[in-house]
């Protein structure tokens, strides 16, 4: 699932309005890293990260001016 969730990184992030939050589950921990790199080019930041039995679920939002 990580090559899908990375080639939408875009669309996806484009689609979160600015107060939004973008889910993204199915992903091993090993592929999170990999998708949540994708996400931070589209300035998005992990707000949550759930990790259980090797799988991880991210919660992202946009970065808001002031957020490193």
């Keep these: 699932l990580a090559g899908p969730l990375v080639a ?3 669309d996806l992030a484009a689609s979160v ?3 939004g939050r973008l889910i993204l589950a199915g ?3 090993e592929q999170a890293r ?3 790199a994708a996400y931070r ?3 998005m930041i992990v707000t ?3 990790d259980l039995e090797g799988w991880t ?3 992202l939002a946009h970065m808001q001016k002031g957020t490193a």
């Design 8 to 10: 939408l990184a875009p």
């Design 17 to 19: 309005s600015r107060h």
């Design 27 to 29: 992903l091993t921990s």
């Design 34 to 36: 990999q998708v949540f």
């Design 41 to 43: 080019a589209q300035a």
């Design 48 to 50: 949550a990260r759930r």
């Design 57 to 59: 679920i991210l919660t």
